[in-house]
Nanobody, 127 residues
């Protein structure tokens, strides 16, 4: 089992920036990785994903051009750089790992394909 630990969340003002990190307990260079979020009273939703080889990166329409996903395979860490934050970005952000690296496209945007999840980190954007 992959143990994932998110960090970097916090309270930020609107239009501010945060960088989330997700550190894995094992080597994840062959895993696709994803970020999801869940706001109070809402279902968990896809934010961004990156394939194991960094070739493909995907974003939800709501965060496109504001968020950037990246990964450091040498350190088994995935990042989510969040800029121009809005109050509607307030949520718990979760990191997830998918061991089936051949998946691309919409499959990587589906929570069900991710078998390992972190505990989440709270992001609060104040207006």
């Amino acid at each position: 089992q992959v143990h994932l630990v998110e960090s970097g969340g916090g309270l930020v003002q609107v239009y501010g920036s945060l960088r989330l990190s997700c550190a894995a307990s094992v080597r994840t260079s062959n895993y696709n990785m994803g970020w999801f979020r869940q706001a109070p009273g809402k279902e968990r939703e896809f934010v961004s994903s990156i394939t194991w080889n960094r070739v493909y990166k995907y974003y939800a329409d709501s965060v496109k051009d504001r968020f950037t996903i990246s990964r450091d395979n040498a350190n088994s860490t995935v990042y989510l750089q969040m800029n121009s934050l809005k109050p509607e970005d307030t949520a718990i952000y979760y990191c997830a790992a998918d061991r089936v690296a051949w998946r691309i496209g919409r499959q990587t945007m589906t929570a069900a394909v991710y078998g390992d999840w972190g505990q989440g980190t709270q992001v609060t954007v104040s207006s």
